[in-house]
């Protein structure tokens, strides 16, 4: 199987220098998404400022979308890294593995979040009325716009990591 080679530092571009050091200082390392993405001189500041965007959503329901997107696209870097931030943020094994599977018994409004998410993915929002779930459930215009957001901000690292088969360097997500 092919992989990308992972950047070491060296021979990057200057503002590629700076994002090297600044997950280096942050994180004590450079997650290798990162690195691979430094093979581009613009591709890790353009993804790097759409990803830390505002978003009218909490860490949870954004953590929430990536490791539903990750579990529908089967990418398994995403997923481990998703896992990990997740349970940074407060949820525990049980729940990540209902939220992956889209059935969250823990909480009703995030689970209409979920519902909604993996309907878009497959492609049937419209068919299950789940746009109407949320609005339901509290959610509001901004916010809908804000998880469609975060679905193609999924998106973008779960086949930056699947196409390259950028090598996982967080702890292996149970599959």
Known sequence: MITIDIPNGED????NKNFWMYFEERLGRVPNLYASMMHSKNALSNYYQFHTRKVSLTKKETEAIMLVVSEENQSF???????MIGKLNGFSD???MQIRQGQVEFDHRLNALISFVKSVIAGRQKELNLLENCFNAGYNQENIIDILHVIGD???TNYTTKVLNVPID???AEK
């Open 12 to 15: 990057l571009s200057t503002e």
């Open 77 to 83: 870097y995403c997923l481990s890294a998703h896992t």
């Open 94 to 96: 049980e729940q990540i």
């Open 154 to 156: 999924g998106y973008m």
């Open 170 to 172: 967080f702890p292996i």
